[in-house]
């Protein structure tokens, strides 16, 4: 088998600058790296990984753990952040802790373990894992949260604007004449700290509403739970003229609770959610969301940890905010008079 040494011989550079073009690719003038890799890719060198993190105490590799990898979102945030590592010559590593805190610790052992460089996290829900988090650090992993992050957090993150799409959802809603306004799940300190929920009450206030009291209800966000809800909601005396939801798995859940309870989309309840899924624009008929830039989020992500990784800036702290969109396609109108 090929050796550094093969490699920066067929190069013609110093052993050292041809690890460099491996572990620090930034570091090489453009025609010294492209040198090295057409060496590798002549001599069919693969360096050991392993053995080479164990010296740096890192790997040329990248964490990433989502909420669910199952969910849209999470899926395109994988491919997203795959590329964009694979573009600075990183491997990547998907887990999820499908938002449970608990798992969340366990896969981090994990990780650990296998020395990532960084780590880029959508935090579960539960007693937080900032010690551990702090020990990967403190071990050289740069940690990054993204779309959640825990309360007190020192990490970096990458997240939507969530209270400013909820403000503007909701005036959105108020605007076509929606008075009686339910979210798919109420805001809970310790079981479902998260900001959409959150910030629905005083985005209610901020139009003149204020919560109904019949329609809270703390649950997990997704479909099935999102399905029970509704039914609940839309079964009470005065049920909800409008429902925001608050990611895309829980609109599947209410598009079906409320088809099934033959209520028609917007003539009886319009229907809002986060979340551009394809499935959206699909039915009938088409749900008026608020689309993430999920893309634009992921390739964010990879450069701030990257930028850290290979400029030894762990303790850097960077925080980024992007705007949602909304894309009005008619399943929200205005509410039916009695």
Known sequence: ???????????????????????????????????????????????????????????????????NIIEPFFASLVRTVAHAAQGRGYALIVTDNEYDSALERANLRVLYGQRVSGLIIRSGYGAPNLDYLQRMRERGTYVLEIDYFYPGSPFSHVMLDNEGSVFEGVRYLH??????????????????????????????????????????RV??????????????????????????????????????????????IPEDVSLLTFDNYSWTALVTPPLDVIEQPVEEMGRAAVEVVLDAVEHQALDKVVRLRFPGRLIRRGSCAPPRRP
């Not at 310790?190 to 019949?214: D, I, K, N, Q």
């Open 1 to 67: 088998m090929p050796s550094i040494l093969d490699v920066a011989k067929r190069a013609g550079v110093a052993p050292t600058t041809a690890k460099r073009a491996i572990h620090e690719p930034h570091l090489l003038a453009p025609d010294t790296l492209a040198r090295v890799r057409r060496a590798i890719e002549e001599l069919g060198y693969e360096p050991d990984q392993v053995a080479g993190g164990l010296r740096r105490g890192r790997t040329q590799t990248l964490g990433l753990m989502v909420g």
């Open 175 to 216: 605007a076509l004449g929606h008075r009686r306004i339910a979210t798919l799940g109420s805001y809970d300190p310790v079981y479902h700290p998260e900001e959409r929920s959150r910030a629905f009450p005083e985005a209610l206030r901020s139009v003149g509403l204020s919560p109904v009291e019949a329609y809270q």
């Open 219 to 264: 649950i997990t966000l997704i479909e099935p739970e999102a399905y029970r809800l509704t039914l609940e909601l839309m079964r009470l005396p005065e049920p909800p003229t409008a429902i925001f939801s608050l990611n895309g798995t829980e609109a599947a859940g209410a598009f079906r609770a409320l088809k099934e309870l033959g209520l028609r």
